[in-house]
């Protein structure tokens, strides 16, 4: 679950995908029986064990440098983050640290008042102190996360108050605080392991051995390539336990994940395909839901990259060509097509039947019309990343059949990620097949899309191409109020699938596997599953 603007070290070539088998004791141990504390309302049963079996993207466990969709996954067993979502429900933050919040007239000003009682993991209670300077080292520090709180000065009020302050109305900082990069740490413990807040804070070594939150579970061990052990927190100040007193996530490639959560090696396989889960079993409790990751085509605007893609007429022809109905049988069930590039479950996403669809005679009108004699574009994407268990490849080839049917020749040209990522980045792709994941479930994050953002200027597409929709976007990013953003981020995707240079196409399936003797599983568009919500029985 990584972003192609913002996740930069998602997109490097994956870690190596090393299986680890933990010893048939671990295994015995991660299947025993019994109800959760909170569940029960009785004494903690015996020592049990998780293994989840994930294709790691991980670099740190340091809160303030890690963007990853596998640190995430870690961040948020270990950090308390001051607002949270219920379950995998994006639609409204709700209190965590902070036991409540908010948010001014104008946008500008978010007041969070801090929870009483909660304490780190060493027993020491969370202070606003602590929540300034965590913040302000997010933003500081200049690492991945640091984009989530540009413009935002963080203050503390008094002991018991914290107020952010950001330079323009801002409505979706409520969603974003929930984000694990947001954890709030101890701050006394960071300072006296290197912490200084800013781009010289040396911390992050004392982080990747040892954790320092209030979360339901601390860090035992951390290797980025390999395995990362976490064990219940004794002193969680929640009201919920987390029921298994150690999680074992492991980096194991697809194929192999199936095969050990089927055998009883691992309780959750986070990362299979959806031809493999077809066959995975009845006992099994099985997810399939359509992710937040939208794959899309851009076609540059830039007339220095091509002649071809800067002809309307010709992306006219590229979006009524491709057959969405047959990318979906390529990416398996709970996969859907996107209506638009702001996903389904997020607020301001288009209904499905305004999504595109396939004109195979107004396609080839179009080609006519652009008059471009044999249109040749080249169509670039990267080999060896895959999403969900799906690769690009066989999108590309069926894109690359479906044009040719209404005139239009792909070439294509795959590389390695990190080769394909910078002609991506640098906005040197005539056709570029990417995809785009929240980071942060708010349609403020796809604002990106439009001329002179982030992936709008990777398409070539430059302030004041379409002065209009620039407008409506500003309008949007300002707005404060559910009611009245909506219409504003429907009227931007409809410009957009109408005359914009991106093309959505499809939302590849999460599909997640537990054993039977798991329960509680949710699936969560920012951290994929908070492991601590997991029971047994």
Known sequence: MATPSRRRAAWQARAALLPVLLAGALSLAACGGGSSPAQSGQSAPAAKTLVVDASFTLKTADPGRNY?????????????TLLTFEGSDVTKPVPSLAESYEQSEDGRT??????????????????????????????????NPSFLLDGVEVTKTDETTVTLTSKAANPALPFILPNPALGILNSKVVK??????????????????????????????????????????????????????KVVLRNVESATQKLNVQRGDSQVALDLSGDQIKTIGADYTTLKTASANVVFLLTNQDPAVSKVTTNPKIVEAIRKGIDYQGLLEL??????????????MLLGALPPDQAVQRDV???????????????????????????????FQPIAERIQANLKEVGVTVELAPAPVATALENYRNGKEELGLWYWGPDYPDPTDYLVF?????????????????????AIGDKAATTIGDDARKPLYADIQARLN??????????????????????????????????????AK
């Open 450 to 470: 439009l001329p002179g953002k982030t992936v709008g200027l990777r398409a070539g597409w430059k302030a004041g191409a379409d002065k209009e929709l620039e």
């Open 498 to 535: 109408a005359t914009g240079p991106f093309v959505p196409l499809i939302q590849p399936s999460q599909n997640i596997v537990t054993a039977p003797s798991v329960t509680g599983l949710q699936f969560h568009p920012v951290w994929t599953v908070d492991v601590a919500a997991l029971g």
């Open 331 to 344: 990416a398996g069930e709970g996969s859907v097509q996107a209506p638009g590039v702001i996903p389904t």
């Open 361 to 391: 005679e107004g396609a080839k009108a179009a080609v006519a019309a652009s008059g471009v004699s044999n249109p040749t574009v080249t169509l670039e994407y990267p080999s060896d990343l895959t999403l969900q268990g799906l690769s």
């Open 110 to 143: 978010l007041t969070l008042k801090l929870r009483q009682g909660a304490t780190f993991s060493d027993g020491s209670p969370v202070t606003a102190d602590d929540v300034v300077f965590s913040l302000n080292r997010v933003r500081d520090m200049k690492g």
């Open 192 to 245: 006296a392991n290197g912490g200084t807040g800013d781009e010289s804070d040396k911390a992050e070594t004392y982080l990747n051995g040892k954790s320092a939150g209030s979360g339901p579970y601390q860090l035992e061990s951390f290797n980025a390539q390999s395995q990362v052990v976490l064990t219940a927190n004794p002193k969680y100040w929640g009201p919920d336990k987390p029921t298994y007193t």
């Open 68 to 80: 990853e969709p596998t640190g995430l996954i870690v961040g948020k067993a270990l950090y308390d």
